[in-house]
């Protein structure tokens, strides 16, 4: 599998991003890149293309008729295995700006997403349409003025049927205005590091006269997919294929052709206008392992879907998740207890932790080290953390994991009350 440098970069793009590694306690299927991944796989490698040049001014379906022999697949591309950030595939240009047409909702899709989960949003809200909402053109689910739908049927029109009209509506909702919104986009763009993007809209319809597009690079695309998967709803969301929408007299239908295609694929979303071309980031799960693909520029929507097809399909035949623990399961290692009838307890583990490796990979110089007290003083409780362990591979730090006691244990009653209770 080809790993391209970022020192390979067009002057458009960044400085070099160090591999992020999440560590905390009970995080789920904790993993890694090893070193061993900078090794070349010619089945990445062949996937080098010209970028793309901006198409003329076309339909989606008469852009479909473009040269992609001229143009290439694809103007820019990257994948990524989200858990720890870790690149196993980027085009040379992977981090220059590039038109995001409606991927700008994705950005949209995290604010949501994140107020829901603080609590400052709540899906049954009910989002009323402005007349600015009801006036958008292009994708629309045909929002009137004063028309209200909860707020989880409107992100459904959003992230399924990619409504202009109803991420609008979202936006004032939230912010009172789609200008104040889009400087929370930006806000938010520069909080988790995008750093080749920035938003001028809600939707990421073409700019008009004097407007400005929107803009993010692959990476930073792939980077915004990797925190929405934090949050169920978005996949909720992402993975619907149809959906009824105005008590079923509107059809929603994904845009996202793969969560129907591709096995595995339940999001993330799309964006096409003539000069973006079509822009699509993809996320499949196989087993306990995910990853996103972005492609960006394809000049037919078949191509791009076909490419990020292709670039998933090599990340799962080419890379894997060593499982190291199970969470809940117990480890081989027992802790003593005092004043307790039970003389030791076998902790157990807080989360799952696995290790992102190459397939075939000899061993991968995977270690478990246990952090535990000599003993624990009775009593204890069930889930009461007891210790750590630290998982390493190739002498690097993966995780952390949670030890927990596995059931609660009593404190031992004195021998004087034990003798009292026997006359």
Not at 53 to 73: K, P, Q, V, Y
Not at 238 to 266: E, K, M
Not at 301 to 321: C, D, H, R, V, W
Not at 352 to 376: C, E, M, Q, W
Request: glycine share 6%.
């Amino acid at each position: 599998m080809k790993v391209i440098s970022r020192c390979d970069e067009s002057p458009a793009g960044t400085a070099a991003r160090a591999t992020v590694t999440s560590r905390k306690f009970g995080f789920v299927a904790v993993t890694i890149m090893l070193a061993a991944l900078v090794s070349v796989h010619s089945a990445f490698a062949a996937r080098r293309h010209h970028a793309a040049a901006a198409a003329a001014d076309a339909s989606e379906e008469n852009a479909a008729s473009a040269s992609n022999a001229a143009l290439g697949a694809y103007s820019e591309a990257c994948v990524l295995e989200p858990t720890t950030g870790t690149v196993i595939f980027e085009s040379p240009n992977a981090h220059a700006p590039w038109p995001t047409a409606s991927l700008a909702k994705m950005m949209l899709m995290l604010i949501v997403a994140e107020k829901i989960h603080d609590g400052s949003l709540k899906l049954t809200d009910n989002v009323t349409t402005s007349a600015k909402a009801a006036e958008m053109g292009g994708s629309q689910v045909y929002l009137k003025e004063g028309e209200t739908f909860s707020l989880d049927d409107m992100m459904k029109a959003v992230v399924v049927h990619s409504a202009n009209d109803a991420s609008v509506a979202v936006a004032e909702y939230i912010a009172g205005s789609t200008d104040a919104f889009v400087v929370m986009m930006n806000q938010q763009a520069a909080a988790i590091g995008m750093k080749d993007s920035h938003y001028y809209s809600v939707h990421g319809l073409p700019p008009a006269k004097g407007q400005q597009a929107d803009v993010a690079s692959a990476y930073d695309q792939a980077i915004l997919a990797r925190e929405l998967l934090k949050y169920p709803d978005v996949i909720r969301w992402s993975s619907i294929d149809t959906a009824p929408f105005r008590a079923g007299t509107f059809i929603l239908r994904n845009t996202n052709h793969l969560v129907r295609t591709y096995p595995g694929c339940d999001g993330l979303k799309t964006g096409f206008y003539d000069k973006a071309g079509f822009n699509v980031v993809a996320t499949a799960k196989r087993n306990d392992l995910r990853l996103i693909a972005v492609v960006l520029g394809s000049q037919h929507k078949l191509t791009n879907f076909k490419e990020a097809s292709e670039m998933l399909s090599q990340g799962f035949l080419n890379y894997e998740i060593e499982q190291v623990a199970k969470k809940g399961a117990p480890i081989t290692q027992s802790v003593a207890l005092t004043d307790a009838d039970t003389a030791s307890i076998k902790p157990i583990w807080g989360g799952d932790a696995g290790v992102f490796v190459k397939r075939g990979g000899a061993n991968n110089g995977i270690k478990v080290d246990y952090n535990l007290p000599p003993s624990v003083a009775a009593p204890v409780k069930a889930g009461q953390q007891i210790g750590t362990a630290n998982v390493t591979a190739e002498g690097k730090s993966v995780a952390t994991i949670a030890l927990l006691a596995p059931s609660d244990v009593a404190k031992s009653s004195s021998m004087t009350k034990r003798l009292l209770s026997i006359f």
